[in-house]
C-alpha cells in the first residue's frame, strides 16, 4: 500500500511541474508580447548619422581623349620629278613659306624661255597690226588673229611659270619637320611621301562627352587634363563643338586647344579629362547609402527626437560616393547612413553623428 501511496505521490509532483513550466512560458511570451507593442524599438545598436551641410558643388565628369597637332600635313610634290636639293634638317623647326625641296626644273627653263620669245615676237607682231588697222591697212578680222595668238602664248608662258613654281616645296605653316623619306637623286611623284610637317603649339584636345551632357557645355568652357605618363595638370579650352550627336555611340565630340610652347604634348598622346558641367551653390549632397528606393520615388531617414522620420527626397546629379538632392532637405538635418535594410519608419532609434 505504501509503494502505491509513493507512486501516485509522484505523478501528482510530475503533473504539477509541468503545470508550472507551461505556465512560466506563456507567461514570458505574453510578456514579450505586450512589451513589442508598447515599446516599438528599432534595429539594436547605434547608427551612423551625418549632419547635411550646403555647400558649394562642382559637378564634373572624367573622359578620355586625345591630343592632335593643331595642323599637320604629309608633304607630297605636285609634279613629277628628280630631287636636286633638300633643304631642311628632320625634326627641326621651319618657318611658314621656306623652300624644303628642290625638284630639277632645266627642261621647264627651257620651255620657258621658248614661250618667252614666242612672246615677245607675237607682242610685236599685235603692235604692228594695231598701227595698221588704225591706217585701214588690214582687216579686223587679221589683228584679232594677231591678237589671239599674243594671248595664247601669254597664258602659256603663265602655264610654264606655275610648273616652275611646283618645282619648289614650300613649308604651307611653321611647324616641326619629321623623318624624310626621299633623299637627293630620288624621283617622286606626286604620291611620293616627303615628310610629315606638324604645329604643335597650340595643341588640340579632341574628346567626346555623353548626349546627357550636351546643354551643359558651351564654347569657352575650361577644363584640366592630363596626360599618360605625366601627373601634372595642363588647362584647356573649348573652341569648337560637332553640331550633332552621334548615333552610333551617342555621344558628342569637343575640340578644345591647350597652349603647348613646351613641346612636351605629342600628337597622338591619351589624354585623361576632367570636364567641370556645373558649379551649385549651397547644394545638399548626401552619401549614395542614404538614399532607400520606394514604390513612388526615394526616401532617406532623418533622425527627430529620438526617431527615424522617413522623408521623401528629388535627387539629380549622381557623383562616385554623393548624390545630389534638390528637395525633401534642408541644411542641419540628421540624415541616417547605416542600417537602412532593417529600418521603418517612426522607430525609436539611437544614432552616432560622423564626419562626411
Do not use: C, H, W
Not at 559637378?59 to 630631287?83: H, M, T
Not at 521623401?312 to 547605416?338: E, F, H, P, Q
Amino acid at each position: 500500500m505504501k509503494i502505491k501511496y509513493i507512486v501516485y505521490t509522484l505523478i501528482v509532483l510530475v503533473l504539477a511541474y509541468l503545470i508550472y513550466k507551461r505556465v512560466q512560458g506563456e507567461s514570458k511570451a505574453d510578456s514579450a508580447a505586450g512589451g513589442g507593442k508598447a515599446s516599438n524599438k528599432g534595429p539594436s545598436g547605434t547608427l551612423q548619422a551625418i549632419v547635411v551641410k550646403s555647400q558649394k558643388f562642382n559637378n564634373a565628369i572624367s573622359v578620355s581623349g586625345s591630343v592632335e597637332a593643331n595642323e599637320q600635313v604629309s608633304l607630297k610634290s605636285e609634279i613629277s620629278g628628280l630631287v636636286r636639293e633638300i633643304y631642311f634638317k628632320e625634326g627641326t623647326v621651319v618657318s611658314k613659306g621656306a623652300t624644303l625641296v628642290k625638284i630639277d626644273d632645266r627642261e621647264l627653263k627651257a620651255q620657258l624661255a621658248q614661250a618667252v620669245t614666242k612672246e615677245k615676237l607675237a607682242f610685236e607682231v599685235e603692235r604692228r597690226a594695231s598701227k595698221l588697222l588704225e591706217a585701214e591697212a588690214i582687216s579686223q578680222e587679221e589683228y584679232d588673229n594677231a591678237l589671239a595668238e599674243l594671248k595664247s602664248l601669254q597664258a602659256q608662258s603663265q602655264l610654264i611659270k606655275a610648273q616652275l613654281s611646283k618645282t619648289e616645296i614650300r613649308a604651307p605653316f611653321s611647324g616641326r619637320i619629321g623623318l624624310r623619306s626621299i633623299s637627293v637623286g630620288a624621283y617622286i611623284t606626286p604620291t611620293t611621301d616627303i615628310a610629315n610637317l606638324v604645329s604643335v603649339n597650340p595643341v588640340k584636345i579632341d574628346f567626346s562627352i555623353p548626349e546627357k551632357y550636351a546643354n551643359r557645355v558651351k564654347v569657352g568652357s575650361k577644363f584640366d587634363f592630363t596626360v599618360a605618363g605625366n601627373n601634372k595638370s595642363m588647362e584647356a579650352v573649348v573652341y569648337a563643338i560637332e553640331p550633332s550627336i552621334n548615333v552610333n555611340t551617342r555621344t558628342l565630340l569637343l575640340r578644345a586647344r591647350a597652349d603647348n610652347a613646351s613641346g612636351n604634348l605629342l600628337p597622338g598622346t591619351f589624354a585623361n579629362v576632367k570636364l567641370p558641367l556645373e558649379s551649385i551653390e549651397n547644394a545638399i549632397l548626401v552619401p549614395t547609402e542614404a538614399i532607400v528606393p520606394v514604390l513612388k520615388g526615394k526616401q532617406v531617414f532623418v533622425y527627430e527626437n529620438g526617431k527615424a522620420v522617413a522623408k521623401d527626397v528629388d535627387t539629380d546629379i549622381r557623383t562616385d560616393k554623393d548624390v545630389l538632392i534638390t528637395s525633401g532637405l534642408n541644411a542641419g538635418d540628421t540624415v541616417i547612413i547605416s542600417g537602412l535594410m532593417s529600418l521603418r519608419a517612426d522607430q525609436e532609434v539611437k544614432v552616432k553623428v560622423v564626419k562626411q
